[in-house]
Nanobody, 117 residues
């Protein structure tokens, strides 16, 4: 059974940084595409960043240049380095992964990121 477990959320001041981690188990992580989504209170879940099995990346325009998604296949882990955080980045961040062909999606339980002074 595939499981995704996020960590690294917390409270940070505007302009600060956080690094989120998502560790996968129960599957061949290296062939999966991985992504981060977020959901702010009262809003729909939105795409943040994606990294393919080949390392290609895609970003939400509002985070491009501030966030960096990466993966370490040896550790079955995908990361989201978040810099220059803004109050509008406050949300629950979810890890998402899928195998080739996207026959189904897998989700983590989410980790809270709060950007506040």
């Amino acid at each position: 059974q595939v499981q995704l477990v996020e960590s690294g959320g917390g409270l940070v001041q505007p302009g600060g940084s956080l690094r989120l981690s998502c560790t996968a188990s129960g599957t061949d992580f290296s062939i999966y595409a991985m992504a981060w989504y977020r959901q702010a209170p009262g809003k729909e879940r939105e795409f943040v960043a994606q990294i393919g099995s080949n390392g290609n990346t895609i970003y939400l325009i509002s985070v491009k240049g501030r966030f960096d998604i990466s993966r370490d296949n040896a550790k079955n882990t995908v990361y989201l380095q978040m810099n220059s955080l803004k109050t509008e980045d406050t949300a629950v961040y979810y890890c998402n992964g899928w195998p080739p062909g996207r026959t189904r999606d897998y989700w983590g339980q989410g980790t809270q990121v709060t950007v506040s002074s």
